[in-house]
């Protein structure tokens, strides 16, 4: 099973060549295609995130990988063995559901233990192996409870050392901590990032959370009915979106439509936008810049040097306590959306209500999308 | 998982097989059989029918075996009116049975499903415990009850209600009485996990809209817990249809209800040809409520075809 | 549903419940009458009980009836079982109309016609009747309320659990065994209760497929109740009550102990 890889045969382990492998995978149920010739890459030791809103794909791909799901479509390799023919409970890939599903008539031994005993371990190894796990999940001494005597949280790491106690080539966590309050799940969002760190296995984490998937993965899969719309680490994915739906989708932004002019200038509604570059696109395509909140200047008076810059009035704040998300109704009846962080110790926002303010950013700050 | 199943069929297969099998054996093999006798002539001889099916007389066999086939036992149900007052009678008990079973059963089912959430359990449990101690026993309960000299004549005289003893046993009331009492908790069931799943919300939304109580009970409530009267109503009707050992024990001698009629073809006149006609006609009767009861189940349960 | 009863709801509940403990207690009562006749007190007696220790017939039918009853809901169980893991996880399959309308019809038809057709069959068959045909008639007529009772229990059926034992290497037949199964236990035990308590209880069936020497305690019953009110049938009518009684009483106590457990489970992985 899992313990050795022994699964996995042909070709060794090879660094270069990913961990999972998605080869034009299609999934239909009826006539709905859940998941639509989607092709994707997932490596060793990488916390990896699956993204997007409900329906989108992201946990019939889980599935798929587990099992529990067989493509329509195209193949799934692991270590480069497609592995759809392969039965659930033989493929070396673990899964962490979202409602736990822990075994209520078995103790959390039993629990999680359970991966173990249908293998051909010994009983004292087995039990060596679930005290390492119950320590490491913190939970030492937990052995002899029953599921109904243990808080969410609780059973949630219980959820996880039974997952992890074969130590598969890949963990799947399909939403879990979708139960656990804002504040547990903070907590536990750096745990799982340093419990993948030390044990060097790849996460695949399925999440509609975009702030989740922001910290705890390397990379992340934005998927939208059934198709990938942009693969790449948190930070690309929030500066450098390939299109105006992943723009909108992570995080805030504001579009401004326009028309390229040379030398990487747009001429928009509100007059000349000077860019950082308009990359593919030629003079007189349709382009819109987006720019998100927190790289947009606020002033009361006009700035000298800032080549960008417009004038409007605040119409709406909403305080956040560590910042202030400001509306400003622009003089083309648009409107922008400004964060401010309160760094003064007054507290409250610097600007109110109906103020007169000029807003500015560098060119480098927006980037411009030509979908 | 559903394509799991389909990957190893035989697993599935296997599965299905032995129940399947019993019940073609058991079940359908034998309404084939009294099919057969039906449509036999009485013999006197062992079994006590015409012809007998018999493989071993080859081909030949077989077409003598159709030809004394007959439609004799049908044509005597259809002409001697014994059997027509019969079947009458027990729709006409059936019929008024259930309708007294949904009088006394709604109200019943309402009540427990108004009763605090800790107590539904337990009144639950004390509607079902009658019907798991015996049937027989039960009527026969109201034998000792309803006897010339049994506890409610006791009562009623004691109470001055009546003079003499009245004969409450073997009549048509004695009948209704079992019939209700035995199948109550069919009715009220149903009729109970109908009214119980109910959302409350949309009372609560009645109310705001303007409705009395008296209202909401009448235009919210009685729709939407007619899928649980019906089923409450079939579950009851079909078998009452068919009932013997009530109207048995309770009942008369004038006009029999179908179920002692064929018991007592088969097992009085041993007439196994017409007993079987009887079943047979029986069955065709219940068809239609029997395939609406099943429409019910499949759509309550969710797991139908 | 549960804004509060009304005193016609309270009323309600109450007058059905006299109705239906009504004749029930009286038996019961009577079975304790010294006197034969029911309208006369005799004062508290055992004397029936005596008596019914002496019928051997009595005794011998009830031994039948226990024995019947054990076999047949046995039998009933396990074939009801696999009739509803059928119906909850095959999906659509060919003459699934016909497989569920035969599992179903006995539920509602009339006794006398599954009597009436089973005797038929083993006439044909030229089997001998007796105790073994009442068991198979039984075991026919009880295995429609096991599936009823199970495939209600498989449609709520929490699948997650049998994905996450599968997930942990467990292969589909042994996790059906060692985790669905053990979880669904209360709903197969109760449906071996109610098989049970069918076999022990039904009459018509038994009366059309029995044999000599096979006469079950209904039937003995039933023919002793044609000539009239006996006080001993009121006592063996009492121990039945109190024997299905005690049963069904240990059989909710152990499965509420088993459901609340379940439930404070469940409850608590939503917190």
Redesign the interface.
């Known amino acids: 099973m899992a313990d050795g890889g022994k699964a996995a045969q042909g070709p060794a382990t090879n660094e270069k060549q990913p961990l999972v492998r998605f080869e034009a995978v299609t999934k239909r149920f009826g006539s709905v295609a859940a998941v639509e010739a989607l092709s994707l890459d997932i490596g060793h030791d990488e916390f990896f995130a699956l993204l997007g809103p409900s329906g989108c794909g992201k946990t019939t791909l889980l599935r798929m990988l587990a099992g529990f799901e067989t493509p329509t479509e195209g193949r799934i390799l692991l270590d480069g063995e497609d592995i759809v023919p392969v039965q659930p409970h033989r493929r070396p890939v673990n899964m962490m559901f979202q409602s736990y599903a822990l075994f209520p008539h078995l103790t959390v031994e039993g629990n999680i233990g359970f991966g173990l005993r249908q293998g051909n371990v010994a009983r004292a190894e087995i039990a060596d192996r679930v005290a390492e796990m119950l320590a490491l999940v913190r939970l030492p001494g937990f052995g002899a409870r029953r599921i109904d005597q243990l808080s969410g949280g609780q059973r949630q790491r219980v959820a996880l050392a039974r997952s992890l106690i074969k130590r598969p080539r890949v963990l799947l966590l399909d939403e879990p901590l979708a139960a656990l309050d804002k504040k547990l799940r903070g907590e536990t969002q750096f745990e799982l990032m340093e419990l993948q760190r030390k044990l060097g296995t790849t996460f695949v984490i399925v999440t509609h959370d975009q702030e989740e998937a922001m910290i705890v993965a390397d990379r992340i899969a934005v998927m939208d009915r059934g198709r990938l719309m942009q693969v790449a680490s948190p930070a690309e994915i929030y500066e450098r979106p390939n299109s105006r739906w992943v723009a909108g989708f992570i995080g805030e932004a504001t579009m401004m439509e326009g028309r390229v002019g040379p030398d990487d200038n747009i001429e928009s509604a509100l007059g000349r936008v000077r860019t950082g570059g308009t990359g593919k696109a030629r003079p007189g395509d349709t382009v819109w810049l987006a720019l998100r909140p927190e790289k947009i200047g606020m002033a009361a008076d006009r700035p000298k040097d800032h080549v960008n810059s417009v004038s409007g009035t605040v119409s709406e704040i909403g305080y956040r306590g560590d910042m202030s998300i400001y509306k400003i109704l622009l003089s083309d009846g648009s409107v922008m959306k400004v964060a401010l962080t309160n760094a003064s110790a007054r507290g409250g926002a610097p600007f109110s209500l109906n103020d007169p303010v000029w807003l500015s950013w560098p060119p480098e700050a927006g980037v411009v999308l030509t979908e | 998982m559903q394509e799991n199943l389909e990957k190893r069929d035989w697993g599935g297969r296997a599965v299905l097989l032995l129940p399947y099998l019993w019940l073609v054996v058991f079940f359908l093999t034998p309404f084939i059989i009294v099919l057969k006798i039906s449509l036999s002539q009485t013999a006197m001889a062992q079994p006590p029918y015409l012809p007998v099916f018999d493989l071993s007389a080859g081909w030949a066999g077989l077409k003598e075996f159709a030809a004394q086939l007959s439609l004799d036992s049908f044509q005597l149900l259809f002409t001697d009116l014994i059997y027509l007052l019969s079947y009458l009678k027990s729709v006409q008990v059936a019929a008024i049975s259930t309708i007294i079973l949904l009088l006394i059963g709604y109200p019943f089912a309402y009540g427990i499903a108004r009763a605090p959430r800790g107590w539904q359990p337990l009144l639950v449990m004390a509607v079902v415990l009658p019907f798991w101690t015996s049937f027989l026993i039960r009527v026969y309960a109201w034998i000792n009850i309803l006897q010339r000299d049994g506890l409610l004549n006791d009562v009623l005289m004691r109470l001055y209600i009546v003079d003499t003893p009245v004969s409450w046993l073997s009549s048509d009331t004695a009948i209704y009485i079992g019939m209700v009492y035995s199948y109550l908790p069919f009715m009220v069931l149903p009729l109970y996990a109908a009214l119980e799943q109910m959302d409350e919300t949309l009372l609560e939304a009645a109310a705001d809209l303007g409705c009395s109580r008296w209202k909401t009970f009448w235009l919210v409530v009685v729709p939407l817990s007619l899928p649980g009267a019906a089923a409450g109503a079939l579950l009851c009707f079909i078998p009452i249809v068919g009932e013997f050992v009530i109207p048995d024990l309770l009942g008369g001698s004038e006009t029999l209800m179908i179920g002692q009629t064929l018991w007592n073809e088969f097992f009085a006149n041993r007439d196994w040809p017409v007993a079987s006609a009887i079943a047979v006609t029986l069955l065709a009767l219940l068809l239609v409520p029997m395939l609406f009861y099943e429409r019910l189940q499949q759509r309550s349960l969710g797991g139908g075809p | 549903?549960?804004?509060?009863?009304?005193p016609?709801?309270?009323?309600?509940?109450a007058?059905?419940?006299a109705?239906?403990?009504?004749?029930?207690t009286?038996?019961v009562i009577?079975s304790f009458n010294a006197s034969r006749?029911?309208?006369v007190w005799g004062g508290w007696s055992l004397a029936w009980y005596r008596e019914l220790l002496n019928d051997a017939a009595l005794l011998q039918a009830a031994w039948i009836s226990l024995r019947v009853a054990a076999f047949s809901a046995t039998a009933a169980t396990?074939?009801?079982t696999?009739?509803a893991?059928?119906?909850?996880?095959?999906?659509?399959?060919r003459s699934?109309?016909l497989?569920?309308?035969?599992?179903?019809?006995?539920?509602?038809?009339?006794?006398?016609?599954t009597g009436?057709?089973?005797l038929?069959?083993f006439?044909?068959l030229n089997v001998d009747r007796g105790f073994w045909t009442i068991t198979?008639?039984h075991?026919?007529l009880t295995?429609c309320f096991v599936t009823v009772i199970v495939?209600?229990r498989l449609?709520g059926f929490?699948?997650?659990?049998?994905?996450?034992?599968?997930?942990?290497?467990?292969?589909?037949?042994?996790?059906f065994l060692t985790?669905t199964l053990?979880?669904i236990a209360p709903a197969i035990a109760a449906g071996w209760?109610?098989a049970f308590?069918l076999s022990?209880?039904d009459?018509?069936i038994a009366s059309?497929t029995t044999g000599p020497g096979a006469t079950t305690l209904?039937i003995r019953?039933?023919s002793e109740?044609?000539l009239g009110?006996k006080p001993e049938?009121?006592a063996v009518?009492t121990i039945?009550?109190a024997v299905?009684?005690a049963g069904?009483i240990v059989a909710?106590l152990i499965t509420?102990g088993g459901a609340a457990?379940?439930e404070?489970?469940a409850l608590?992985?939503?917190?």
């Not at chain 3, 549903?1 to 009304?6: H, I, L, P, V, W």
């Not at chain 3, 016609?8 to 509940?13: A, E, G, L, R």
Request: hydrophobic share 55%.
């Open positions: 549903m549960r804004r509060g009863a009304s016609f709801n309270i009323v309600s509940v007058l059905g419940l109705f239906l403990y009504l004749p029930i009286v038996l009577y006749l029911v309208t396990i074939l009801g696999l009739a893991v059928a119906l909850v996880r095959l999906g659509p399959f699934r109309l497989f569920s309308g035969m599992v179903y019809a006995p539920l509602v038809m009339p006794e006398v016609i009436l057709s089973l038929l069959l006439v044909a198979i008639a075991t026919t295995m495939q209600s449609i929490d699948r997650s659990l049998e994905e996450a034992a599968m997930d942990l290497g467990c292969p589909p037949l042994k996790t985790i053990p979880l209760m109610l308590t022990l209880d009459l018509v059309f209904p019953i039933y109740v044609r009110v049938i009121n009518c039945m009550i299905v009684a069904t909710s509420k457990r379940r404070r489970a608590g992985a939503q917190v």
